[in-house]
């Protein structure tokens, strides 16, 4: 028996192992059906699965319309060229007298020399800023604090020419100032609305930092709307990231089109170089204080007469009100307008021309708007009553010029 069944072991043995050999290698070759479900089932179950899903109610979702980009340019060279030939370099200089030692007052010592001479010494100081020519008759926008005190102002143009400056005005509580060249051939930049401008826009700077020269820096717009800096009496600046340094002051700012959005003023900085925050007057309010100065030597604006100071939470429990609403009124100038009109130091002022006071500066500055002569209700708060007060608005006098607090634009 065993001589017949021997021959087909092996063969049988042979195939169990290629069998079992080719399953290791090729797992997925045969097809196994689960013991636990028939097709019938499977289909079953996915066809419930699918007519659950139909009724759920969909997602309320909002979609985003397709992404579209607008490719900016690739160079402002154009921008830069219609604004930079109207951008002028100025330079400003007075004469200052120092007192020589102390010892030169002692009669001793003054025989040696011969009259007032011998006690005190000139000496010449010079500083240097930008400006922008707004108008084919001459006119040059600049900053007060770039030619403030000045015995002699020099502008010089990118092309080269180079003339004496004469101040049409200045409006120290904007810091701006009106400048006159004799030259003709000017070229001119074009003004935007700056109430247009919007965060995010593209900005250039244009100035002479450091007294280097005509320089371009690029940034964006940072802000709009810029108060309470403590840099001017009336502040609504724009604030750019572009480079501003010393010697930029009353330079261009401009957009990517090459028109001018404002004209830079102050930087704000630790080290006194650019950190990344400058602000600029809106052309918009260059514009207007250009035409006052041009038209009328001086900036008119309406004025109440009154020292205000906010209203904290803990004033407005003490004067009887709900909210901290409004602006104490902690001094009435002597014959101003409120004065005649019978405001007393101690009153709350709630509203102006039914209009909320929300922020004394800001009232400040739309007060300022107001023609002089103009009758304006305002709503006050008195012992703990509510009166209204007609009051003529009067003209700002004109302040003594402040010392500017701006960094040195001495290089």
Do not use: C
């Not at 830069?80 to 102390?102: G, K, L, M, T």
């Not at 240097?128 to 000045?150: C, F, K, P, Q």
């Not at 480079?243 to 957009?255: E, F, K, M, T």
């Amino acid at each position: 028996m065993q001589r017949f069944v021997l021959p087909y072991i092996w063969p049988i043995i042979s195939g169990i192992l290629l069998a079992a050999l080719f399953l290791a290698v090729f797992p997925d070759s045969i097809p196994f059906e689960s013991s636990s479900s028939t097709p019938d089932e499977t289909a079953l179950v996915t066809s419930s699965e699918t007519e659950s899903e139909n009724q759920r109610p969909k997602p309320d979702v909002q979609q985003a319309p397709p992404l579209t980009r607008n490719e900016g340019p690739t160079s402002y060279a154009d921008a830069v060229n219609r604004a930079a030939p109207a951008v002028v370099n100025i330079y400003s200089s007075r004469i200052v007298e120092r007192d020589q030692h102390p010892l030169m007052s002692d009669p001793f010592f003054q025989q040696f020399f011969d009259g007032d001479d011998a006690t005190r010494q000139q000496r010449m100081l010079s500083s240097l800023g930008s400006g922008v020519i707004v108008s084919e008759n001459g006119y040059v926008l600049t900053n007060h604090h770039v030619i403030n005190g000045a015995d002699e102002i020099q502008v010089a143009l990118r092309d080269g020419r180079e003339t004496l400056a004469k101040v049409i005005g200045t409006d120290p509580e904007s810091d701006l100032a009106v400048l006159h060249i004799p030259l003709d051939d000017l070229p001119v930049i074009a003004l935007t609305d700056s109430a247009d401008v919007a965060i995010g826009d593209v900005s250039l700077a244009i100035g002479n930092p450091f007294g280097v020269g005509q320089t371009v820096t690029m940034g964006i717009i940072s802000a709009t709307g810029r108060s309470h800096l403590g840099l001017n009496a009336y502040e609504d600046f724009i604030q750019t990231d572009a480079a501003i340094n010393p010697g930029n002051s009353g330079g261009a700012l401009v957009n990517s089109d090459g028109a001018l959005v404002g004209i830079n003023t102050a930087i704000f900085s630790r080290s006194g170089g650019s950190q990344g925050i400058g602000f600029a007057i809106p052309a918009n309010l260059a514009h207007n204080i250009l035409n006052e100065l041009v038209t009328k030597g001086r900036v008119i604006r309406g004025w109440l007469g009154i020292e205000a100071q906010a209203l904290s939470r803990e004033l407005a429990t003490s004067f009887g009100l709900r909210t901290p609403q409004g602006v104490i009124i902690a001094g009435v100038i002597q014959g101003g307008p409120a004065a005649r009109a019978g405001l007393q130091p101690g009153d709350v002022l709630l509203a102006v021309d039914d209009q909320p006071v929300l922020d004394a500066r800001a009232t400040m500055s739309d007060i300022a708007d107001i023609e002089p002569g103009t009758k304006l209700p305002l709503t006050v708060v008195r012992g703990g009553e509510i009166m209204e007060v007609m009051l003529e608005v009067g003209e700002r006098p004109v302040p003594a010029p402040p010392t500017p607090r701006r960094l040195s634009d001495t290089p």
